[in-house]
Nanobody, 126 residues
Framework: QVQLVESGGGLVQPGSSLRLSCAASGNIVNIDSMAWHRQTPGNQRELVASVGSGGSTKYAEAVKGRFTITRDNTRNTVHLQMNSLKPEDTAVYYC????????????????????WGQGTQVTVSS
């Protein structure tokens, strides 16, 4: 199986920066897309940023120019650098990996699938 573990959340003041990290583990052959989503109470989870295996990125309008997503394909990690944080960025942030090819025992898995981390809380407040 594939597991995602996030780190780097916390409580910060408006205007501050945080860097979230996520590491995927397992017998991974390839990860097509890695992304960060966020969710606040009573709301649906929303895409914050995504990065393809070739490096193409996509950002939500609300974070463009402030957040940067990067990934290291050799380490199966993805990072989210968050600058100029605002109170409205407060949420639980989830790491996501999609279309993961991996080995489990003697079996090879590929195709559409999605794995999620447990989430990390980001709170922006003065």
């Amino acid at each position: 199986q594939v597991q995602l573990v996030e780190s780097g959340g916390g409580l910060v003041q408006p205007g501050s920066s945080l860097r979230l990290s996520c590491a995927a583990s397992g017998n991974i052959v390839n990860i097509d897309s890695m992304a960060w989503h966020r969710q606040t109470p009573g709301n649906q989870r929303e895409l914050v940023a995504s990065v393809g295996s070739g490096g193409s990125t996509k950002y939500a309008e609300a974070v463009k120019g402030r957040f940067t997503i990067t990934r290291d394909n050799t380490r199966n990690t993805v990072h989210l650098q968050m600058n100029s944080l605002k109170p409205e960025d407060t949420a639980v942030y989830y790491c996501n990996a999609e279309r993961v090819s991996y080995l489990s025992g003697k079996d090879y898995y590929s195709g559409f699938n999605a794995f999620w981390g447990q989430g990390t809380q980001v709170t922006v407040s003065s």
